[in-house]
T-cell receptor, first 115, second 114 residues
């Protein structure tokens, strides 16, 4: 099992450019999440999904869009990047159910810089 | 509203010292989970422990121990005989049972000097 993988690992964008971050998990988890991590602020939830075809807003959704067309993939899009979106982005998936540890597993992160 | 507070921004200790990382949480729900994660300098997030709100037993795993006190809404993490490899950012987190979202504290950066 690869667990949770993220593509790319690093990216530099110019203001106004667009990009998509890909998260993939091979654990058959229903729930998936996108977080951003900024110094001194911990992890803040951008968007999440509770199953294929569903998405919902988290704490800081503005400027981002997501899609969950396949259960194993959760895409995070930036339509017009801004310097305030410079951050480290983490994807996570979570197993659910009484027979599970109900734990979130995180990807390795994507470091995004917007100039 | 849910909230997790890690008041210690940075802690610096010398190897072999014991160190306690504080975590205070707020929630209106009666059942919830508390978590600790470790983020070493390499950047990945490593799950350390999950605690159910109805289980107030302290837990020990090697040099790590956790003290959960519902009366003070605290879930503190102690590292005994710290080592340089313990240097990392540690996050405390909270999620209501059956909830979708996990709320993270701002993290405590631990430096362990040789």
């Amino acid at each position: 099992n690869a667990g949770v993988t993220q593509t790319p690992k690093f990216r530099v964008l110019k203001t106004g450019q667009s990009m998509t971050l890909l998260c993939a998990q091979d654990m058959n988890h229903e729930y998936m999440y996108w977080y951003r991590q900024d110094p001194g602020m911990g992890l803040r939830l951008i968007h999440y999904s509770v199953g294929e075809g569903t998405t919902a807003k988290g704490e800081v959704p503005d400027g981002y869009n997501v899609s969950r067309l396949k259960k194993q993939n959760f895409l995070l899009g930036l339509e017009s990047a801004a310097p305030s979106q410079t951050s480290v982005y983490f994807c996570a998936s979570r197993e659910t159910g009484l027979a599970t540890s109900d734990t979130q597993y995180f990807g390795p992160g994507t470091r995004l810089t917007v100039l | 509203a849910q909230k997790v507070t890690q008041a210690q921004t940075e802690i610096s200790v010398v190897e072999k010292e014991d160190v306690t990382l504080d975590c205070v949480y707020e929630t209106r729900d009666t059942t919830y989970y508390l978590f600790w994660y470790k983020q070493p300098p390499s950047g990945e997030l490593v799950f350390l422990i999950r605690r159910n709100s109805f289980d107030e037993q302290n837990e020990i795993s090697g040099r790590y121990s956790w003290n959960f006190q519902k009366s003070t809404s605290s879930f503190n993490f102690t590292i005994t005989a710290s080592q340089v490899v313990d240097s990392a950012v540690y996050f405390c987190a909270l999620r209501n049972t059956g909830g979708f979202k996990t709320i993270f504290g701002a993290g405590t950066r631990l430096f362990v000097k040789a």
